[in-house]
């Protein structure tokens, strides 16, 4: 059995009382010869952080593994939301005004909708990227209202330390408020973590593929 396969599957098993955290296997930095086997596996979803590095393995890969969901989960720019179609399903990175309207655009042009997760800076000091709790009704309203986008969710990133479940507990409190049924939180740290404060997707890297270098 491929190591990958295996870290996938021990992972499952301490994931058996969260039936409903789904796992995003992150396998950036990795190559075609580390995904192949989950894709021969039967594994369905995979995360990219980076739109270059992701165009120059999955739409190969797509060809003979289809049905697949691709998670944008990295920090995106507004010149790079048109490379995302055909390929990716998912993004869980919207955090600003600008790149709504990019996506709305691109959307109405493409005519794919992605499903989306707005990325909320819980207020963390070392973690820049996503919306502030205060703007985020204003943001979600437009992306919605104006932009007509997908939004089934809450992403956050949080810095790994004590407080990591208290991230966890205020983003599911907030995915209530707004009526959302999405969570994407948790990684290679924290998914038990995650999945016990309702993550619906786990976004896991290095305890699948190994170190990243
Ligand atoms: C790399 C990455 C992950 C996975 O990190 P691991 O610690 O390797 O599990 C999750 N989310 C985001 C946004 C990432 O960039």
Redesign the pocket.
Known sequence: MHKTISNLENIKKKLVNCPNAKIIA?S?TFGEENIKPLLDYGHKDFGE?KVQEALQKWPNLKKKYMNINLHM??KLQTNKVKFLFPHFNYIHSLDNLKLAEKISKEESRNKKKFKIFIQVNLGSESQKNGISIKELPDLYKQAVERYDLNIIGLMC?PPQNEATSDYFKALKNLNIKFNLKELSMG???DYLQAANNGATYL?????IFGNRF
């Open positions: 992150v950036k952080n989960i990295g990133l990684m290679s740290q976004r896991i890297g290095s305890s």
